[in-house]
């Protein structure tokens, strides 16, 4: 039996407003807090997350190196810790580049509304992938993750795509 998630639904200062089921707050493309985070090696390169096909939304495609939301009583970079090793099976010192708000729909009915904390950290070695969230996992260049978006978009999901067009800068 699966635990009921809830994320932290926010206005546009951050500030907390509520708690709702994750499904329901994606149903009503209600604001809510997130985080994505972005682990580099020391060549530079980015640890890309493939998102496990079962994925309520997404998956299959590719992605940052690890994204979810905070619960009640966590912040945000503890959350991000907590998710890198659930979903990545390690951790690593995390600092917040910066935060922004968008709104993507998706053809399932569901929408991404949330303020989206960009965390980033280093990372040499090779996660442990946890299955029922990630599918597989790659390093790349950032030079050449951005002529395989320019390809192919739809093999990456919307937020990253939108990290990486608008705030490319807040990774370095």
Not at 15 to 25: Q, R, S, T, V
Not at 34 to 45: D, H, L
Not at 136 to 142: E, G, N, P, V
Request: aromatic content about 10%; hydrophobic content about 40%.
């Amino acid at each position: 039996m699966s635990q009921r998630e809830e994320v932290i639904l926010v206005d546009e200062q951050d500030n907390e407003i509520g708690l709702m089921e994750k499904i329901e707050a994606h149903e009503k493309a209600l604001l809510h807090r997130a985080f994505s985070v972005f682990v580099f090696n020391e060549k530079g390169e980015l640890m890309l997350q493939q998102r496990a096909l079962n994925k309520y939304h997404s998956g299959g495609l590719w992605t940052n190196t690890c994204c979810s939301h905070p619960r009640k009583g966590e912040t945000v970079a503890e959350a991000a810790i907590r998710r890198l090793q659930e979903e990545m099976g390690f951790v690593c010192e995390l600092e917040l580049k910066h935060k922004f708000i968008y709104k993507a729909p998706f053809t399932n009915g569901l929408t991404e509304h949330e303020l989206d904390y960009i965390f980033t950290g280093q990372f040499e070695g090779t996660p442990v992938l946890n299955p029922d969230e990630v599918e597989s996992y790659r390093w790349i260049s950032l030079s050449n993750l951005e002529k395989e978006i320019e390809l192919e978009p739809e093999k990456f999901t919307i937020w990253f795509r939108i990290i990486l067009a608008h705030y490319l800068h807040a990774l370095h």
